[in-house]
């Protein structure tokens, strides 16, 4: 089956947004963005924002590389079910997170991520329900 030409800016625009959300907690390592204003403004200290922030930058890696082997830009390394078992524990994961971006404290996460992880959890479920095979375009 080849992949639907609906299908490919889906994935397109998923990994998009991981880039940009990577720039992003990139900035707030520079210190270009405060870190108040994530992680519900919980964080104290520079140390505790720079171990929170690399994490996060490594999950999304993590997350662009299987999307690269969901749409096949990437050979496989994992089977189809395993890459849909990591994707369905992401799709949770960002409905859990616009679930706790809802009761955030600050405003900027209430408006700015609230609807990014609702956007990527939807575009997530729409991603692993589709069979993929090798792009030729």
């Known amino acids: 089956m080849m992949i639907e030409k609906s299908q490919k800016p889906i994935l397109k625009i998923m990994i998009g947004l991981l880039i940009t959300v990577i720039l992003f907690h990139i900035s707030i390592i ?29 999950i999304n890696i ?20 395993i890459l849909n078992g990591i994707l369905w524990l992401f799709v949770f994961v960002f409905v859990i997170n616009t679930i706790g971006n809802l009761l955030a404290k600050t405003l900027f996460e209430k408006a700015v991520f609230t609807p990014l992880t609702l956007i990527s959890a939807i575009l997530l479920w729409i991603i692993v329900r589709t069979k993929y095979e090798a792009i030729n375009t």
């Open 62 to 81: 993590f997350l662009v590389f299987i999307l690269l082997i969901k749409g096949r830009y990437l050979k496989p390394t994992f089977s189809e079910k």
């Open 30 to 58: 520079a210190q270009i963005i405060p870190y108040n204003v994530v992680w519900a403004g919980k964080m104290k200290t520079v140390k505790e924002m720079r171990v929170f922030e690399t994490a996060s930058i490594l």
